[in-house]
């Protein structure tokens, strides 16, 4: 009798929390800012990548105009998203859910500045190795 009662104890406690595991499983807010921490990463890794090997660089509040290996590479903003584009043709989406950004320029380098749909703020300084002039497209 007392093995009863203590294992319908034990079950109960179990499923007691389960609704509190369920809930921490489903919960895609945590799961989302980190999606949105990762794809912020990525961006500002292949950001840097190609503004540190630009042979000419223009900046503009809405736009970045970059030359590399004799390609025209321009980062803009498109509805919600910021997409890159090689010689003003393709469409690679790099951020989405964006309510701004905005690009800056800084001694040696360009800062880049971002809002999520959700108000979370992004930035990013990106020096360059080698002085470069504007793009003339």
């Known amino acids: 009798?007392?093995?009863m009662l203590l294992s319908l104890v034990v079950f109960l406690l179990i499923t007691s929390m389960l609704p509190l595991g369920f809930r921490i499983i489903l919960d895609d807010s945590v799961t989302e800012k980190g999606i949105r921490r990762m794809e912020w990463e990525v961006?500002?890794?292949q950001a840097r990548k190609e503004i540190r090997t630009a042979?000419?660089?223009?900046?503009q509040p809405d736009k970045l105009l970059l030359k590399v290996n004799?390609?025209?590479i321009l980062y803009e903003k498109y509805g919600s998203s910021m997409r890159r584009r090689v010689d003003y043709q393709g469409h690679e989406i790099l951020m989405q859910n964006?309510?701004?950004f905005t690009f800056e320029k800084i001694a040696d380098g360009v800062m880049i500045n971002a809002v999520a749909l959700d108000g979370t703020h992004y930035s990013?300084?990106?020096h360059q190795f080698i002085q470069t002039g504007g793009v003339q497209p």
């Open 124 to 126: 990013v300084k990106v």
């Open 1 to 3: 009798m007392l093995e």
């Open 55 to 59: 042979e000419q660089l223009t900046v």
């Open 70 to 72: 004799g390609q025209f």
């Open 98 to 100: 964006l309510s701004s």
């Open 43 to 45: 961006f500002s890794s």
